[in-house]
């Protein structure tokens, strides 16, 4: 296959080669960035590649049959993935996700599941490894990916209506499939299975009371995202954010329901749950309520770049240390060192002034980090 020339304009192109101080450091779970934040939780992106086109993550127009997609020497292998993996879980990292793109896409992905269910804490625990998808070719492999490790799955849905998922998907796959998806990954134990729904107001808000009735009692745990500024590509307007407590309000007024404790410091969801059955939604408040302060997350993009923040402009090449021969102990101090000057806190900002941080740089887009 030939390799394409990628544009200049490229948000991949902008990396920055980690420094590895001279004094190396052993992990110590213990990690902090600039503003007392942990490492709990690495989202590894293992293609750029999708399926779909969501309209607010890869609008056909721009991932077309021309669009660059990373040619297969620039992935990270299992083994190199895995290798980084291990650095992360010594530093404290107890959360794995596989995400993309799609990840199913990727080919042979339940080996690297395999490779990466077996690290374990230095405690020896084993750390809690989900995948989130599109949920297309999940009825297929969900029994695989059980059997190779994985501990549970994320589901994105966004409506139930077929004619509005097929304009949210743009490639005209029907709900039915992504159903029969979620119904094979509970049958094997990939649970408890959460449904991601993205709101884009305009386009799927009339899907909010459907999806919340059709989820209520069942064994899936419905959430609900605001649609995000996330990349360069999606068009993204702040009229089209269907704030979460409109969600709140309007399943509410239908449905009663009250707020509970989070499950744990640092996570997205706000959780809420229907007073008369108990069964629970979650909102994810990422533009109206920035939930920056107790961010403990690290992705890893496709390519091997660190990013610190899902709206970073630049990464860190993990790749070029590791091909460039540094050993583990190299690869720590580099991430160490990295995660201590860690001080972003994009959607805080951008919620403090209403208006957009300065956006000139250009976004690296979710298909290409995960979200
Ligand atoms: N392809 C898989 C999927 O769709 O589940 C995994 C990758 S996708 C980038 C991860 C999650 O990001 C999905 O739940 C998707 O809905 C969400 N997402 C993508 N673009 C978004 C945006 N602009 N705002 C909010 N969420 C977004
Ligand atoms: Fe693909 Fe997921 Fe992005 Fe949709 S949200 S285009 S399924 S990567
Ligand atoms: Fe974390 Fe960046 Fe999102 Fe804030 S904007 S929650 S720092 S990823």
Same mark, same amino acid.
């Given at each position: 296959? !030939? ?41 590894? !992106? ?89 949920? !297309? ?40 499939? /992504? ?18 729904? /993205? /709101? ?32 360069? !590509? ?48 979650? /909102? ?88």
């Amino acid at each position: 296959m !030939s390799e394409r020339i990628i544009p200049v304009a490229d948000h991949r192109l902008l990396s920055t080669a980690p420094e590895v101080p001279d004094v190396l450091e052993e992990p110590d779970g213990l990690l902090q960035d600039a503003l007392a934040r942990p490492l709990h939780d690495l989202r590894i !992106s293992v293609t750029d590649r999708c399926n779909f086109r969501c309209v607010y993550c890869m609008p056909k127009e721009v991932f077309d049959k021309n669009y660059a997609f990373l040619p297969h020497s620039s992935l990270l292998s299992f083994e190199e993935i895995t290798r980084i993996a291990k650095v992360f879980v010594a530093h404290g990292v107890r959360k794995i996700r596989l995400t993309g793109g799609e990840p199913l896409l990727r080919k042979d992905v339940e080996r690297l599941i395999g490779m990466l269910s077996v690290l374990t804490t230095p405690e020896g625990e084993s750390i809690d490894l989900t995948l989130t998808t599109n949920g !297309s070719l999940l009825a297929r492999k969900a029994r695989a990916l059980k059997d190779a490790g994985l501990g549970r799955v994320t589901v994105s849905l966004d409506a139930l209506d077929d004619a509005v998922f097929k304009r949210m998907n743009d490639v005209d796959f029907a709900v039915s499939d /992504v159903l029969k998806g979620i119904d094979a990954a509970h049958a094997v134990g990939l649970g408890p299975i959460k449904v991601n729904m /993205v /709101v884009k107001g305009g386009m799927n808000d009339q899907e909010i009371l459907p999806m919340a009735r059709y989820f209520k009692g069942s064994p899936f745990i419905l959430r609900f995202i605001e649609y995000m500024d996330v990349g360069a !590509s999606n068009g993204w307007k702040m009229d089209e954010v269907v704030p979460s407590a409109e969600v709140i309000r309007r399943i509410g007024a239908e449905m009663p329901l009250e707020e509970i404790e989070p499950n744990y410091t640092g996570e997205t969801a706000e959780r809420w749950r229907y007073q008369d059955d108990g069964s629970e939604i979650g /909102v994810i408040s990422s533009v109206t309520r920035a939930f920056c302060r107790d961010c403990s997350r690290a992705r890893l993009s496709t390519e091997g770049k660190l990013y610190t923040c899902l709206f970073a402009t630049s990464g860190h090449d993990l790749r070029a240390l590791i091909r460039g021969g540094r050993n583990d102990a190299e690869l720590a101090t580099a991430i160490a060192h990295l995660w201590r000057r860690r001080a972003d806190r994009y959607s805080e900002l951008r919620t403090a002034s209403t208006t957009m941080p300065d956006t000139a740089v250009r976004k690296v887009e979710m298909s290409y980090i995960g979200g």
